[in-house]
């Protein structure tokens, strides 16, 4: 059986990849990690078996991202707005003029079952990382993160309605992605 420390030590790999996704920053994603190691080092008896360890690193991990942004939203590269406020070819292939889906989104079956699965998981983090950098940024903080509109907009000095729009179009290249590379499999 492996220490504590081992089994710390060996999830570090995929906390640096849960930071660098959301701070898009090598250093500070670096330091994330490593104030998330070192606080859980210096207190082992907070963890106290109530959840999977890399469960609680990540609870861990999340609040120091936060802190990482909030400490450097002066540095944080803003975001291209150029590219965000054309028109999303994705959004206009969706959707008729009437707001109706052109094609039902594919049956995704049981998603409850199908959420249970460690491989979901691992498609929906490949999905994420293929979001432009801006929409990845928004849509993490948002679902992974938990952070309020208010607070994403207030950090990121965005208005509500720009917000909302970035985070729809994240889902909609998600969900794509995910019928493309999950759901069409799981179905065939």
């Known amino acids: 059986m492996t220490s504590y420390e081992e089994q710390i030590v060996a999830l570090q790999d995929y906390l640096l990849k849960f930071a660098r996704l959301q701070l ?5 994603a670096e330091d994330a990690v490593s104030e998330t190691v070192l606080a859980a080092l210096a207190k082992p008896q907070s963890f106290g ?17 936060v802190d990482a942004l909030r400490h450097h939203h002066r540095e944080v590269c803003s975001l291209d707005s150029s590219d965000d406020d054309q028109a999303d070819p994705l959004e206009a292939m ?4 009437n707001g109706h889906f052109v094609e039902q989104p594919a049956d ?3 998603p409850e079952q199908q959420t249970s699965s460690q491989q979901f998981f691992v498609i929906l ?6 979001l432009p950098a801006s929409q990845g ?6 679902e992974w993160l938990e952070l309020t509109s208010e607070e994403i ?7 509500p309605t720009n917000l909302y729009v970035q985070l729809h ?7 794509e992605c995910l019928e493309l590379n999950w759901f069409k499999k799981a179905s065939a």
């Open 24 to 28: 898009r920053n090598e250093t500070w």
């Open 49 to 65: 078996n109530r959840s999977q360890l890399k469960t609680w690193l990540v609870g861990i991990l999340k609040h120091k991202v």
């Open 94 to 97: 969706a959707f008729q003029t």
């Open 108 to 110: 995704w079956g049981n």
């Open 125 to 130: 983090e490949t999905c994420a990382e293929k």
């Open 137 to 142: 940024r928004l849509f993490l903080m948002r």
């Open 153 to 159: 907009c207030k950090e990121l000095q965005l208005t």
């Open 169 to 175: 179009r994240a889902r909609l290249r998600l969900r």
